[in-house]
């Protein structure tokens, strides 16, 4: 069965601490990964597609990379304002018109 | 200014009063998508649509209704709602080819059914 998980499920910085959030896929084939934001009382927004294992996005202080079996979101010297929960989905090879989402982790950075 | 708009945002509603949820999306994309967010679930996806008359099922597709007879439109339709479909709705629409998914979401429907 093909599943997303994301850890930690909170996380907790300081202003400038760097840190990694990440989603373990298991997929039949996988077509794409993405990652995307998610304030409160909000829709999530887009933020990344990866499609191939060893490929790298990044956004400001955002970095998301792939391997066959993970992908990480790194968070380089944070800010209050990227305090959100980071959502990571896959769309498998077989069912491509699917897309799975993990539960989300939700991140707080304080001043 | 490109969106996807979704009405109610809030509805509290009794078992078994059929109820639609409106999405409407003004950038002209083929593929749409309703999904429910649940505490500790994620997203889950309900129904999507690749365009117009097209139509197919998600993940948890059932007590769910949905139709596409416009483009810009992809209206939710509970029939008989249940305590269980209280939850986070979310509509969804994207370009169909090259940005497949870089979805645009809408704001949100909070559904409580009592």
């Known amino acids: 069965e093909d599943q997303v998980t994301q850890s930690p499920e909170a996380l907790r910085l300081q202003e400038g601490e760097s840190s990694s959030l990440n989603c373990s896929y298991t997929v039949s084939g996988l077509r794409g990964l993405f990652w995307y934001r998610q304030d409160p009382g909000k829709g999530p927004e887009f933020l990344f597609t990866l499609y191939s294992a060893g490929e790298e996005k990044e956004k400001e202080r955002l970095k998301a990379t792939l391997t066959k079996k993970e992908s990480f979101l790194h968070i380089t010297a944070p800010k209050p304002e990227d305090s959100a929960t980071y959502l990571c989905a896959v769309q498998a090879k077989r069912g491509y018109n699917k897309l799975i989402f993990g539960a989300g982790t939700r991140l707080a950075v304080h001043p | 200014e490109a969106q996807v708009t979704q009405n109610p945002r809030y509805l509290i509603t009794v078992t078994g009063k059929k109820l639609t949820v409106t999405c409407s999306q003004n950038?002209?994309?083929?593929?749409m998508s309703w999904y429910r967010q649940d505490p500790g679930l994620g997203l889950r996806q309900i129904y999507y649509?690749?365009?117009?008359?097209?139509?197919d099922k998600g993940d948890v597709p059932e007590g769910y209704k949905v139709s596409r007879k416009e483009k810009r439109n992809f209206p939710l339709i509970l029939e008989s709602p249940s305590p269980n479909q209280t939850s986070l709705y979310f509509c969804?629409?994207?370009?169909?080819?090259?940005?497949?998914?870089?979805?645009?979401f809408g704001p949100g429907t909070r559904l409580t059914v009592t």
């Open positions: 969804a629409s994207s370009l169909k080819r090259d940005r497949f998914y870089e979805q645009y």
């Open positions: 649509s690749m365009n117009v008359e097209v139509t």
């Open positions: 950038m002209n994309h083929e593929y």
